[in-house]
């Protein structure tokens, strides 16, 4: 058995590994990509390859200044802002699909989206990013999922005890009478109509050095605490009971992972607004290619994740350049279908 | 190692599932947990293993359970729930390694010991050829297998099971349940299941607890607790309680007739029987309202069980000998008392062709005789070629010969 | 769960949020004060409020915005601009100039590649761009008036900047005059202001603090919607049939496509005066909605369909 699983464990290293390299292949080749090119639309005038190059290993005084600011600092903290909020958001989909057991569940099920968009509406609408300063639609949207999150699981817990079925509903009815208010504001809105609902689409548009600083300290330290808590969540897929029969404290695990997965999305969201499809499907493929198991779920969740919406962000930006898609609907563009064939393979499965 | 149970008593909401349950287990006991559905059966073991929160004492060794992490009781019980639904693709060793989670920090990876114990796990229950596959592609036994190897793996000194066998064929059934009695004599831990098949927990359990709307109906061995007035009164059925021909423990046989509390208010009919062949003529002609006696039969003839099941004045006689002139005129007796006889088609001998000769004291009386002869006489004949004659004479004196048992019941019916 | 334990969960968590807090507040400010530093150039404060160091003399103008570009060509600079956003299609030579994407969400990458020495927002933009551009050393100057003085006053600001003060004196005084010669002749408090109902799209129309309410109010019209809650509403047809607006305009442009055909179909609508004496006018969208010189055309066009006696064509 030692043998045994020690042949599975190098097999997890090894494709962990392959996933790590893949994602520096994208980033480097990520960065050669966009409205400027090398690769790409090349308007209004194409970088060279060689420009890129010299760049990256700082020689970029060889080249006009603009080509050092557009890929250092623009493109450069995009991508890694893509990687983190897209392994953000597909470890927040491993844990919600593993503590509800549903296939169906996302980062954002129970509420967080719906209450992140209510504090970016309050934000933009009353102009606070003008007299407050630019983050205070990224702190309002974070404060709205994390008041939402607590707010549910109040709501939810009874005598010490959620039931996951119980949370699930309440987040969905509640999620949905922040939609609700979100959509009102939107109404009433004027001028700022606009800004929220380009906000609400997602978009990696605000990413600075600030902002992956940020990003980064918050979204790293949630993954790797969460995976810690790989075991619990391997025993929390088998049921409530089975979990507690085999000595995990499903109460107090589900409320740790739930704040954590809410701070690591919450983060995510702030940043970059409502994009779906990441959360929801990444974990779905990994899990048919490497197994349930979360020991390896995670952290090629993470990666795959990563490596997914730094490319459907690319993909955003260059595709119509100089006009920008959302990056939401790539993602939805790509998930919606895949959705699809996942329903009709479970379908089939169960006859 | 010691589980003992005081005053535990559950509530769900309003309603009270268990109350004043007590009772106490010692290392190598199998316990049989029984009782009709909603006797709660499943909520005593949920309490035990502390999913439940219930009032009163379960002490492990003399620790209650109720100050104990969830970890540090996975660690002393295991529990094998009655099914288990995996949609997610985990390998058979996977999951029995997950039995080893109670004992494993956040922060360490498996040790060797850890393998060593699921190994041993495996090989107890007999899945290592297993190991490799995905746990929902296997049959129900092998999945009931696996999970108590996981159970096994947490290193257990209490196993609980709820309804271990209730969905798998009757070779599986015995397969598991062998399996865990070998494990709780050999491996000295404490077994409670939970069992829906009487004979099944009577089998297999030293001990057996039967409860009854929450409460403990009886409790002790199996002989003191399987009896059919115990049967009768949480079951409502009736039934015989046998001896097991191998290992004489209680087997129950539940009684598939329902009982007749209506007065007999018909005609007697007086069946002369033997051999198994009485007990459906019994049975048809009680069920047509008729009051029935018979005789004389050996008492172990299962015709004689029969009638003394169906509260049937019988005649018995003691086993392998001739039928006396007492039994005999027993007999007569209570064919004069009869309206109608009836012969069904039994195997006669020297021993009881006294019976034959009944009939025709019958016919003497005017009781009208019926003769069932569905198959050659030649067959049933044991007394060297006298029962032709006396059919015959029978016949001559006016009985009725009739092939078949409905037709004997149309003739007395008319 | 025990008291000592759920006060100090309370104090972590409390001290988490507290943190991240401060970070943003922190962060948010440092970003805040950092300016463009440029040696020479002007100080001017732009609609928001936002005191920016504009270069002497711009070479390579960016605009965000379609009244943007307007007021920039308009005032002569129409030669220096080296990208426009997509919707910037007046004047003509604005239709050949790069594109740089909408105004809600411009190309960062092409902005700077075209190394521009200035950048003309509107409040179409959201602040966190502007920001963006200003952290990559860009000068950015916002234009956002909120009545049509504030539009004259930008293309002077412009021309200010663009060293092109005659050229823009000139225009806004011509401007001046033209409004003048219809506010003197509407603004007279007994002339009888008909009830006019304006639409920029399909059952959204103009209220209070809009340009639009401003323009038929200056055109010598009672807009119905003058009292709706926001600047831009949306109507129901019991509100204009209740109305009953003696004049009905309607918009026409590149996401509109109202006919006059659908405004007479509308449930109710055939009992409303407008549509019985078939005044149901257009206009181009582009010159009453964009923040740009043309709105004094718009205000002619409306003078002249609200009070044609007194504006023949």
Redesign the interface.
Known sequence: ??I??EKKYLKWNLTLIGLLMTLFFTLIITITI???GPIGSG???R?PMQAVWDILIGKSHLW????K??IM???LPRILLAALVGCALAVSGVVMQGIF?NPMADPFIIGLSSGAAVGASISILMGL??S????????LA?VGA?LTVFGVYIIARSR?KVRAETLLLTGIAIGSFLTAVTSFLMY?A??QF??LF?WLLG?L??A?W?TVA?AFS?ILLGVVIIQ??A??L??M???E??A???????VSVKKILIIISSLIAGTAVAFTGIIGFVGLITPHIM?ILV???HRILLPASALAGAIFLIWSDTIA?TIL????IPVGIITAFCGAPFFVYLLQKSKKGKR | MLLKIADLSFSYQSSKILDDITFEVKSGVFLGVMGPNGSGKTTLLRCISNVLSPRGTVLINGRDTKGQSKKEIAKKIGFVPQTSNIDFEFTVSELVLMGRTPHMGRFKSESTYDFEIVDKAMKLTNIQHLSERAFDELSGGEKQRVIIARALAQEPKILLLDEPTVHLDISCQLEILNLVKNLCEQERIIVISVFHDLNLASQYSNKLILLNRGRIFSEGFPDKVLTSENIRSIYQIEAIIKRHPINNVPYVIPFLYAKNDKKMKGPTVHVICGGGSGTPAMKLLLDNGLKVTCGVLDVLDSDFEAARNFKIPVVGEIPFSQITNESNKANIDLIKKADFVIVTDFPVGPGNLKNIEAAGVALDFNIPVTIIESSSVYQRDFTQRNLEEYFKRLKEKGAIFVKNLENALKGVLT | MNKRKRITKLAAIAMTCILILAAFIVISYVTQFKKSERQTGFTVIDDYGRVVTAPKNPQRIISLAPGCTEIIFAVGLGTRVIGVDDYSNYPEAAKNITKIGSYLNPNLEVIVSLEPDLILASDMTSKEYITSLEEKKLTVFVLAPKAIQGIIRDVRLVGIIGNKTREADNLTNSLEQRINAITSKTSNSSLYRPKVYVEYYSYWTYGPGSFGNDLISMAGGKNISATTATAYSEITNEFVVASDPELIVFTVGLHTSTTIKDIKSRTGWDKVGAVQNNKIYTIDDDIISRAGPRIVDALEQLAKLIHPDLFPS
Do not use: C, Q
Request: hydrophobic share 30%.
């Open positions: 058995m030692k045994y699983f966009g409205s400027v308007n209004p005038e970088i006009p200044d603009p080509y600011t557009i600092d623009i493109r057991r990013s003008i407050i300063g630019i983050y205070s639609t990224p702190f974070f994390g010490e009433m004027n001028e606009r800004f380009f978009g548009h605000k600075s600030n940020i918050l810690f808590f075991r619990d391997n025993a897929v088998l049921g009971e089975p507690m029969h085999l000595g995990i404290d499903t899990r197994g349930p198991n930006r350049s100089p006009t920008e």
